[in-house]
C-alpha cells in the first residue's frame, strides 16, 4: 500500500476518486490544502503528492513529475483581484494575500513584479473574504473562486496566468503530482497506470463520484464544480506531452532567474512513460 495525498478541489478529487474506490492499485488517501501539501512535500512525508509546481523545483531531489495528472493550461491561470471600484494597485496596497508562500500563485505573481511585493499567506477560500472586508487590500485568487469572484464584488487587476501566456506562449503549470524518487521506477511506472485507469474511468463514468467531489469542494454549487473540472482536468492532465514538458521547464528557469529558488541539480524531471 503508498500514501497518497491531494488536495479536496474538484480536478483532485475528480482524478483519483476510482482510483481510491476501485481498489485496483493499493493506496491510502490524505487530503490536505495545496500548501499544506507543499509543507509535507519539503518534509518528504508522503510518497506520491500533489503539490504546487513553486513547491515542487524546490524538492527535485526528492520526488519527480508523473506524466499523468497535473494541471496545466490555459485561461485558468491566478487573478489578482480587489474590491470593485477600488484605485488599490501594486504599488499602493495594505495586504497582498496569496494562498500561500510557495504556489504556483506566488512564483507567478514574483514574475509579473520582479520580486517587489511583499506577500502575505492566507489559505485560498479566506482571501476573497479578506480583500472584502478592506477597500486596501489586494489577493490572489486560484481554484473555484475565480468562477465567483466578480458576483462576491472584487475585480481583476490583472490576470496572472493570462499574462504568462501572453509573454511565453505556454499553458501555465499549476499543480503538479509527484512521486518520491526513491520509489523503484516499475512501481512508479505502475501507479502512474493506475492513476491514468483512474482518469480514464472519470471521464466514461462521472456520475457515481459527484457526492465525493462535493463533499469535499469548499464551493457546493454543482455548476461551479463542472466549470473547474472542465478547466483544470484537460489533455495536459490526461498527459503532459512535450507541451506541457517544455512549459514546466521554462516556468523552472523563470523561477530560478527571478531568486525565487536556487538553481536546482540537473535531474529528470519527468518520469516518463512505459
Request: hydrophobic share 35%; net charge negative; with cysteine.
Amino acid at each position: 500500500m503508498i500514501s497518497l495525498a491531494y488536495s479536496p478541489c474538484p480536478n483532485d478529487t475528480f482524478i483519483f476518486y476510482h482510483l481510491i474506490n476501485d481498489k485496483s492499485y493499493p493506496v491510502k488517501e490524505e487530503l490536505h490544502d495545496v500548501e499544506k501539501l507543499n509543507e509535507y512535500a519539503f518534509e518528504n512525508k508522503f510518497p506520491v503528492t500533489k503539490l504546487s509546481f513553486a513547491a515542487y523545483f524546490k524538492v527535485i531531489e526528492n520526488y519527480i513529475l508523473l506524466e499523468v495528472g497535473s494541471a496545466l493550461g490555459r485561461g485558468c491561470g491566478p487573478i489578482l483581484v480587489r474590491k470593485k471600484g477600488s484605485n488599490t494597485n501594486l504599488h499602493n496596497y495594505n495586504c497582498l494575500f496569496v494562498p500561500g508562500l510557495n504556489t504556483t500563485a506566488n512564483l507567478l505573481l514574483s514574475l509579473y513584479t520582479n520580486g517587489n511585493h511583499k506577500p502575505e499567506p492566507l489559505r485560498y477560500d479566506k482571501i476573497i473574504p479578506g480583500v472584502t472586508e478592506d477597500d486596501s487590500n489586494l489577493g490572489v485568487i486560484i481554484h473555484e473562486e475565480r468562477f465567483t469572484y466578480e458576483k462576491r464584488g472584487l475585480e481583476a487587476v490583472v490576470d496572472l496566468g493570462e499574462w504568462w501566456e501572453e509573454s511565453t506562449g505556454n499553458p501555465i503549470p499549476l499543480g503538479a503530482i509527484a512521486i518520491r524518487r526513491d520509489i523503484p521506477k516499475e512501481e512508479a511506472l505502475r501507479f502512474q497506470d493506475a492513476l491514468k485507469n483512474s482518469l480514464k474511468i472519470a471521464y466514461s463514468e462521472p456520475k457515481p463520484m459527484m457526492d465525493y467531489i462535493k463533499e469535499n469542494s469548499q464551493n457546493k454549487d454543482e455548476v461551479v464544480i463542472k466549470s473547474h473540472i472542465d478547466l483544470y482536468v484537460n489533455e495536459f492532465t490526461q498527459n503532459l506531452g512535450k507541451i506541457g514538458h517544455d512549459a514546466i521547464t521554462h516556468l523552472l528557469e523563470r523561477a530560478v532567474q527571478v531568486g525565487f529558488i536556487p538553481k536546482p541539480k540537473n535531474l529528470e524531471l519527468f518520469l516518463g512513460e512505459r
